[in-house]
């Protein structure tokens, strides 16, 4: 039996599944897609693989985190020992999702991969540094 | 009939059954029997194929939650020799599962309602309306109690974050890929933020007068707090039209 507020590692890869869903939502319903366009995008939205209970912890996580950033503070003191760890795991998973998918510097949409060459959302050209 | 629930007085729920009526007494039900019923509930999610699939077993809990609260019952006929029930060894558990699992039913059925009154709501308070079945009246029928009213504070972010931390707490059982989510359920906290938001109530009494802080906290049913902070909890539907 796992204690799932307690698996920090079940809940990061609980969270990247999470980010990845919602990047591939957020660009299924772009403007003018057709319905067909918008069937098969909807196939390509990865499948959760983990334990319910590992989303639903997640879910927690991000609330706390949204209160974080919105400057409501919750004091460390107040935060539970396995809240604490939960929010490192969100900040480890977040790193990771950003590598894997980095903002255009011109407009700041997130790219499906790091090989684009140019960006969809301001057509901007990206340049290969050198090796 | 009264119109308020007598929180102090033992509840008689009466089950009718082939024309018949049997009587059964419960005493008060303590937090702590409440909080065994909670645990007791078996509620779980399975992740079939990438969807989730939930389940929801609570009669065990209920048939527990029965007979440790049963004090009597009547209507049923007895052994030769025994003039009271209280005379027969385990009557509770010979008493019908349909018959428990019918008081259990009807101690349990709260729910949320709309509100009674035309007022808009006070900034700084917060009212939650139940409607409920409580006990049968001195004519023996059960009624529902409607409009129940809870005054609370307004929750803090704090709280907020507790209902949101407690309500998220879950174990696995087979291993984090093709385990089953065991939800263990927020329903102590829920209890001890009624405790700490609570402020008045309307429809319940207290040896006949309307109680004040310490009353309600000391006296209200356990479910009844659970069910008043969880609908306190429960974000508000907006109001959506649909476009013509």
Same mark, same amino acid.
């Given at each position: 039996?796992?204690?799932?507020?307690?698996?920090? =590692?079940?809940?990061?890869?609980?969270?990247?599944?999470?980010?990845?869903?919602?990047?591939?939502?957020?660009?299924?319903?772009?403007?003018?897609?057709? @319905?067909?366009?918008? =069937?098969?995008?909807?196939?390509?939205?990865?499948?959760?693989?983990?334990?319910?209970?590992?989303?639903?912890?997640?879910?927690?996580?991000?609330?706390?985190?949204?209160?974080?950033?919105?400057?409501?503070?919750?004091?460390?003191?107040?935060?539970?020992?396995?809240?604490?760890?939960?929010?490192?795991?969100?900040?480890?998973?977040?790193?990771?999702?950003?590598?894997?998918?980095?903002?255009?510097?011109?407009?700041?949409?997130?790219?499906?991969?790091?090989?684009?060459?140019?960006?969809?959302?301001?057509?901007?050209?990206?340049?290969?540094?050198?090796? | 009939?009264?119109?308020?629930?007598?929180?102090?007085?033992?509840?008689?729920?009466?089950?009718? /059954?082939?024309?018949?009526?049997?009587?059964?007494?419960?005493?008060?039900? @303590?937090?702590?029997?409440?909080?065994?019923?909670?645990?007791?509930?078996?509620?779980?999610?399975?992740?079939?194929?990438?969807?989730?699939?939930?389940?929801?077993?609570?009669?065990?809990?209920?048939?527990?939650?029965?007979?440790?609260?049963?004090?009597?019952?009547?209507?049923?006929?007895?052994? /030769?020799?025994?003039?009271?029930?209280?005379?027969?060894?385990?009557?509770?558990?010979?008493?019908?599962?349909?018959?428990?699992?019918?008081?259990?039913?009807?101690?349990?059925?709260?729910?949320?309602?709309?509100?009674?009154?035309? /007022?808009?709501?006070?900034?700084?308070?917060?009212?939650?309306?139940?409607?409920?079945?409580?006990?049968?009246?001195?004519?023996?029928?059960?009624?529902?109690?409607?409009?129940?009213?809870?005054?609370?504070?307004?929750?803090?972010? =704090?709280?907020?974050?507790?209902?949101?931390?407690?309500?998220?707490?879950?174990?696995?059982?087979?291993?984090?890929?093709?385990?089953?989510?065991?939800?263990?359920?927020?329903?102590?906290?829920?209890?001890?933020?009624?405790?700490?938001?609570?402020?008045?109530?309307?429809?319940?009494?207290?040896?006949?007068?309307? @109680?004040?802080?310490?009353?309600?906290?000391?006296?209200?049913?356990?479910?009844?707090?659970?069910?008043?902070?969880?609908?306190?909890?429960? @974000?508000?539907?907006?109001?959506? =039209?649909?476009?013509?």
């Amino acid at each position: 039996m796992i204690d799932v507020w307690k698996d920090a =590692e079940g809940v990061r890869m609980a969270l990247e599944e999470i980010f990845e869903s919602d990047f591939v939502r957020s660009r299924i319903h772009s403007e003018g897609a057709s @319905p067909e366009t918008i =069937e098969r995008m909807e196939r390509q939205v990865p499948p959760r693989t983990l334990a319910w209970g590992y989303y639903r912890f997640g879910e927690h996580l991000l609330h706390l985190e949204a209160l974080q950033q919105a400057g409501i503070g919750v004091a460390s003191v107040d935060l539970a020992a396995f809240e604490a760890e939960g929010l490192l795991a969100l900040h480890r998973a977040r790193s990771a999702f950003k590598a894997r998918h980095p903002a255009c510097t011109a407009c700041g949409e997130r790219q499906q991969n790091r090989f684009g060459r140019e960006c969809p959302g301001c057509g901007s050209k990206f340049q290969r540094k050198k090796a | 009939m009264s119109t308020s629930i007598e929180l102090k007085a033992p509840r008689i729920i009466v089950i009718e /059954d082939r024309g018949k009526q049997y009587a059964l007494t419960l005493a008060r039900i @303590p937090k702590k029997l409440w909080l065994r019923y909670f645990e007791g509930i078996l509620s779980t999610s399975e992740n079939q194929n990438g969807k989730r699939v939930d389940s929801f077993d609570s009669s065990a809990a209920r048939l527990d939650l029965v007979e440790q609260s049963l004090t009597t019952a009547s209507g049923y006929a007895l052994p /030769d020799g025994k003039t009271s029930i209280d005379q027969v060894e385990g009557w509770k558990s010979m008493l019908p599962l349909s018959h428990r699992l019918g008081v259990a039913n009807a101690i349990i059925s709260v729910s949320a309602s709309e509100p009674s009154d035309d /007022d808009p709501i006070s900034l700084g308070q917060e009212s939650v309306f139940l409607d409920a079945v409580w006990s049968a009246g001195d004519d023996g029928i059960m009624r529902k109690f409607k409009g129940l009213r809870h005054n609370f504070i307004s929750p803090t972010s =704090e709280q907020q974050r507790r209902v949101s931390r407690d309500s998220s707490r879950s174990r696995v059982v087979g291993g984090s890929r093709n385990g089953k989510t065991q939800w263990l359920g927020a329903q102590a906290t829920l209890a001890d933020l009624y405790d700490e938001l609570i402020v008045s109530v309307e429809g319940y009494t207290v040896d006949g007068a309307a @109680p004040d802080r310490e009353g309600i906290v000391e006296f209200m049913d356990t479910y009844h707090k659970v069910a008043a902070v969880d609908v306190l909890f429960a @974000p508000a539907a907006p109001k959506v =039209e649909e476009e013509a």
